[in-house]
């Protein structure tokens, strides 16, 4: 049955905003998307707001819906009462372009700073081999839409943009461990060190380890447990086991 919903819109650019309250019509089983397109058809023409598949796969349409990250697409209205006033804002860690349209070039600049995976010598594609457990690991990180949740997320910049030069978020230090966990990723036989690439380049430290970039994954990716914690464990292993230690003072 059909409703009037309730709905608080963050609208200005990268100089001034504030929120605005609509009322909007709502069908049953509609999503947080649909409301912003009814408003943007209906009552405001020039609302700014991205998005592409409408499905949850391409990452566009993120925001904060009553202080959480979200994808708007995939945020059924039956998740508020219905008078609930429905709060939505743009992420707060990346700058306003307009209403909910934010800069995410930040997150670019840091995904052009991973060496790429480099495969080892002589290999062809097509002959690579792996084992299947190996295979799946790198397939967890690669469900990966870049909706740029967990970086909107993470305290780190969140709180602190001052710290974006140093700290990639947990976007891009999951794809240093992808890449760090690759069995044929030979970055190291190259004179790469990704461990150490990901504490000096990336900002790996500032990571406490407080899972919120895991929480908001709408790909449901265990990105601390499966990829912050292995590769810090990686690092301390590099730096401070002595056997580790020794054995790659031999090799270099
Ligand atoms: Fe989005 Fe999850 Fe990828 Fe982060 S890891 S960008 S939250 S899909
Ligand atoms: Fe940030 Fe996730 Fe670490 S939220 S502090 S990158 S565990
Ligand atoms: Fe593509 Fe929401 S519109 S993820």
Redesign the pocket.
């Known amino acids: 049955m059909g409703y009037r919903a309730r709905l608080r819109v963050w609208r200005g650019d990268a100089d001034s905003g504030e929120l605005r309250d609509y009322e909007v019509d709502a069908e049953e089983g509609e999503v947080v998307?649909d409301l912003l397109h009814r408003l943007q058809a209906t009552q405001c023409p020039d609302l700014a707001v991205r998005?592409?598949?409408?499905?949850?796969?391409?990452?566009?349409?993120s925001a904060e819906v009553n202080g959480r990250p979200r994808?708007?697409?995939?945020t059924r209205l039956s998740l508020f009462d219905t008078d609930e006033t429905i709060t939505v804002t743009p992420m707060r860690a990346f700058p306003v372009i307009k209403d909910l349209v934010c800069d995410v070039s930040y997150n670019y600049v840091k995904a052009r700073e991973v060496p790429a995976f480099s495969p080892p010598e002589g290999l062809e594609p097509g002959e690579y081999r792996m084992q299947q457990r190996d295979v799946e690991r790198s397939q967890e990180f690669r469900k990966c839409?870049e909706?740029f949740l967990c970086q909107d997320t993470c305290h780190v910049i969140r709180d602190h943009s001052e710290n974006k030069e140093a700290f990639s978020g947990p976007r891009f230090l999951m794809r240093v461990a992808e890449l760090e966990m690759h069995p044929l990723d030979s970055h190291a036989e190259k004179g790469g060190d990704r461990p150490e690439e990901a504490r000096g380049d990336h900002g790996l430290g500032l990571c406490n380890i407080t899972k919120c970039c895991t929480e908001v994954c709408p790909e449901h990716i265990k990105i601390t447990d499966n990829a912050l914690i292995p590769l810090k464990e990686r690092l301390a292993d590099q730096r401070y086991d002595p056997l580790t230690m020794l054995f790659r003072r031999k090799r270099s």
């Open positions: 998307l998005w592409n598949c409408k499905a949850g796969k391409c990452g566009s349409c994808l708007t697409c995939m839409i909706c």
